[in-house]
């Protein structure tokens, strides 16, 4: 009897364990994605998860390893979403219409973690650099485009000789950069890039432009 209560007790704590770092994960997400590294204090952090300054320290080091984890957390989010596309189950014209959609409606979603691969990228990546869980981080979509480009080559769709993983980098680079850019280029070319409209026409642009490159 005693063993079991011992264990209904552990099991609560480390369910306590887990929503606290996930409470806490959460809002370093935003102080990061706000304030970059540099600027980010544990005071705020503890301050917008409601939690004493103290655990924080109890489950992470030093800023540096908390902002690892969140930026871990941001990309295992974005590969999960990727595994779930089920791409392959689709003809090669509307897998590569999907993924460029896909791509576009995550980084417009998940403006927090623009801004944290954005801050990471000023450190050079020294911190994904060390990170235990690299593995985990690389992109699923390689291989499978890899084998979508394949099919759409056998069935006449598209044309040979496309390296999946240059057209993977393009693919990211159109809807990426105009996401994660969108208030400066707004702001020199006196548009409002953000309106429904402009996105929309964005979107289709970028589908235009692979799709023309990929079909013979």
């Not at 609560?12 to 606290?20: C, G, I, L, Q």
């Not at 509307?94 to 403006?111: K, Q």
Request: aromatic residues 10%.
């Amino acid at each position: 009897m005693t063993d079991s209560i011992n264990e209904v007790t552990q099991t609560k704590r480390s369910r306590n364990a887990k929503r606290s770092q996930q409470t806490i994960l959460e809002a370093a997400r935003g102080v990061f994605a706000e304030q970059g590294l540099e600027g980010a204090r544990f005071e705020e952090i503890a301050e917008r998860a409601g939690v004493d300054k103290r655990l924080i320290y109890y489950y992470y080091a030093n800023k540096e390893e908390l902002f690892l984890c969140v930026l871990e957390e941001g990309y295992l989010q974005l590969r999960q979403a990727e595994r779930e596309l089920d791409l392959e189950a689709l003809p090669p014209m509307d897998a590569i219409r999907r993924l460029i959609e896909f791509s576009w409606r995550f980084y417009n979603d998940h403006p927090e973690f623009m801004a944290l691969v954005n801050n990471e990228n000023l450190h050079r990546a020294r911190h994904l650099a060390g990170s235990s869980r690299l593995p985990e981080l690389a992109s699923p979509l390689v291989d499978n485009l890899g084998r979508i480009l394949e099919q759409g080559r056998v069935e006449g769709v598209f044309r040979g000789g496309v390296d999946p993983v240059q057209l993977y980098f393009t693919l990211v680079g159109l809807t990426y950069f105009y996401l994660a850019n969108q208030h400066t280029l707004s702001t020199i070319h006196g548009r409002d890039l953000v309106t429904p409209k402009a996105l929309n026409e964005r979107l289709s642009h970028v589908t235009e432009v692979i799709l023309g490159f990929l079909v013979r």
